[in-house]
């Protein structure tokens, strides 16, 4: 089954714990990107990738930190977690080539930083 | 700079009315334009796509959107409401190569019985 898999769902920590949340897509993606949703104010890009090794910045970047080392996966770091980064946070995947721009979403990872 | 306005946080109907959800855009690029729904605990499923073809766009669940550049919209439409429609909606623009999109701050669909 073609899907988009985050881990974990769920999370508390606590401030500057350091935390990774995974994303992993099955689909052979090139495309990829991690989004915060907050009450109000919708998705916001928090970083992209558009393949292997070649990331950048979107408009919510601080705080955060992300690698690509392969093609399925792409972690979202949390060096020093502050509690204004409790969110409800999605990875998403997208087929480059065909360029339709249809996002896959994954299923959110809700984290409170207390 | 580009930015996506959804016009109304909440929009509840009954089941088989009609369904508008207005969305208002900008956008220095010519546009491509989604709708997504989320419906609650779960991930954005694309519901439709707007990428320069046929102006009127038809959709999963007989959802469909309209694109008028005149006047900067991308409203979505469903003749008649179910029941399950109930969720969250999202308006999202994006520039011609896909890297970066935008969201609008949701609106919430309420359907009555």
């Known amino acids: 089954e073609a899907q988009v898999t985050q881990n974990p769902r769920y999370l508390i920590t606590v401030t500057g714990k350091k935390l990774t949340v995974t994303c992993s897509q099955n689909m052979n993606h090139e495309y990829m990107s991690w989004y915060r949703q907050d009450p109000g104010l919708g998705l916001r890009q928090i970083y992209y990738?558009?393949?292997?090794?070649?990331?950048d910045k979107g408009d919510v970047p601080e705080g955060y930190k992300v690698s690509r080392k392969e093609k399925r996966n792409f972690p979202l770091i949390l060096e020093s977690p502050s509690p204004n980064q409790t969110s409800l946070y999605f990875c998403?995947?997208?087929?480059?080539?065909?360029?339709?721009?249809?996002?896959?979403f994954g299923e959110g990872s809700r984290l409170t930083v207390l | 700079a580009q930015s996506v306005t959804q016009l109304d946080s909440h929009v509840s109907v009954s089941e088989g009315t009609p369904v508008l959800l207005r969305c208002n855009y900008s956008?220095?690029?010519?546009?491509?334009l989604f709708w997504y729904v989320q419906h609650p605990n779960k991930g954005l499923q694309l519901l439709l796509k707007y990428t320069s073809a046929a102006t009127l766009v038809k959709g999963i669940n007989g959802f469909e959107a309209e694109f008028k550049k005149s006047e900067t919209s991308f409203h979505l439409t469903k003749p008649s409401a179910h029941m399950s429609d109930a969720a969250e909606y999202f308006c999202v623009v994006s520039l011609y190569n896909f890297n970066k999109f935008y969201f609008g701050s949701g609106t919430k669909l309420n359907v009555k019985p």
């Open positions: 990738s558009m393949n292997v090794e070649v990331t």
């Open positions: 998403a995947s997208s087929l480059v080539r065909t360029n339709t721009g249809e996002l896959f």
């Open positions: 956008s220095s690029y010519s546009p491509s």
